[in-house]
């Protein structure tokens, strides 16, 4: 079970982010020419989920959140699972509908009209005080963690993996664009992926276009820093500084171990 830190009050998922990250242009998919391994590389996937858990959960165990669920009172409800799921931005609501089509008799399932009441919202309002007990007792199910990867894919992983390849930058770029995704989302607004990746576009072009690759991330970063102390919840900005700028600056485009770095004051490692 993880404990609760000031790390966690990073955390956020903005609202119906899964159809725009699929549907919308920005992360349309990539022409076959930008077809090559990347952040979607088993390998390189499991770093990216140990980079995120550091940031997220102050652990690399990332496998070991699939029962985390708290109230971390930034607007958005109960936040809660590998990746953050919120019960006020729909994407909870999206994992349990789906774990509920594969697994009709889940323990969540009863609490499907609720969600669906509290979506869009931070109320509690027909949750309490039993849900936060049944999503973990629902972890245990490999049929729920199971449902947590695949929506993690769909609606945050997988576009900003072919985003990244259509730009045409590596694997450290492809999980720059996947972190940020994690973190602000893809909405309509200033501070979304979108948003992020087009300010950084007005100074620097990525490689699909002729640009250099390093120039074009430290564009990107830059403007992913900008829209982190946007929001007060972000205002700490180490997961940029102390982790994806410094493999940047060490020009590991490739994020090949040993990887060292730090995020709000804690170091990892993976060798």
Same mark, same amino acid.
């Given at each position: 079970?993880? %404990?609760?830190?000031? +790390? %966690?009050?990073?955390?956020?998922?903005?609202?119906?982010?899964?159809?725009?990250?699929?549907?919308?242009?920005?992360?349309?998919?990539?022409?076959?020419?930008?077809? $090559?391994?990347?952040?979607?590389?088993?390998?390189?996937?499991?770093?990216?989920?140990?980079?995120?858990?550091?940031?997220?959960?102050?652990?690399?165990?990332?496998?070991?959140?699939?029962?985390?669920?708290?109230?971390?009172?930034?607007?958005?409800?109960?936040?809660?699972?590998?990746?953050?799921?919120?019960?006020?931005?729909?994407?909870?609501? =999206?994992?349990?509908?789906?774990?509920?089509?594969?697994?009709?008799?889940?323990?969540?399932?009863?609490? #499907?009209?609720?969600?669906?009441?509290?979506?869009?919202?931070?109320? +509690?309002?027909?949750?309490?005080?039993?849900?936060?007990?049944?999503?973990?007792?629902?972890?245990?199910?490999?049929?729920?963690?199971?449902?947590?990867?695949?929506?993690?894919?769909?609606?945050? /992983?997988?576009?900003?993996?072919?985003?990244?390849?259509?730009?045409?930058?590596?694997?450290?770029?492809? /999980?720059?664009?996947?972190?940020?995704?994690?973190? +602000?989302? &893809?909405?309509?607004?200033?501070?979304?992926?979108?948003?992020?990746?087009?300010?950084?576009?007005?100074?620097?072009?990525?490689?699909?276009?002729?640009?250099?690759?390093?120039?074009? #991330?430290?564009? /990107?970063?830059?403007?992913?820093?900008?829209?982190?102390?946007?929001?007060?919840?972000?205002? =700490? %900005?180490?997961?940029?500084?102390?982790?994806?700028?410094?493999?940047?600056?060490? $020009? &590991?485009?490739?994020? =090949?171990?040993?990887?060292?770095?730090?995020?709000?004051?804690?170091? /990892? +490692?993976?060798?």
């Amino acid at each position: 079970m993880h %404990t609760p830190t000031p +790390h %966690t009050s990073r955390r956020t998922v903005l609202t119906a982010i899964g159809a725009a990250l699929a549907a919308g242009p920005v992360l349309g998919a990539a022409p076959a020419s930008a077809a $090559r391994p990347g952040l979607d590389d088993p390998a390189k996937k499991e770093i990216a989920m140990q980079l995120v858990s550091s940031a997220e959960n102050s652990s690399l165990d990332w496998k070991a959140q699939y029962g985390y669920i708290e109230d971390i009172r930034d607007g958005r409800g109960y936040t809660a699972g590998i990746i953050g799921f919120c019960s006020g931005t729909h994407d909870m609501l =999206d994992l349990v509908e789906l774990y509920t089509r594969r697994s009709p008799d889940n323990p969540l399932a009863g609490y #499907l009209p609720a969600l669906r009441r509290v979506d869009g919202t931070d109320s +509690h309002e027909g949750l309490d005080p039993g849900y936060p007990d049944t999503w973990r007792r629902a972890a245990r199910d490999q049929v729920f963690q199971q449902a947590q990867n695949d929506e993690r894919d769909r609606v945050y /992983f997988d576009p900003a993996v072919r985003r990244g390849k259509a730009d045409g930058i590596g694997t450290l770029g492809q /999980f720059a664009y996947y972190d940020a995704v994690v973190m +602000h989302g &893809n909405g309509g607004d200033g501070t979304s992926f979108g948003s992020i990746r087009e300010r950084a576009l007005g100074r620097a072009r990525p490689p699909a276009q002729g640009g250099d690759e390093v120039t074009y #991330l430290h564009a /990107f970063l830059d403007a992913r820093v900008w829209a982190m102390k946007q929001e007060e919840a972000h205002e =700490d %900005t180490s997961r940029v500084d102390t982790a994806q700028r410094v493999f940047l600056r060490n $020009r &590991n485009l490739n994020l =090949d171990p040993p990887l060292d770095w730090q995020v709000y004051g804690d170091s /990892f +490692h993976i060798g």
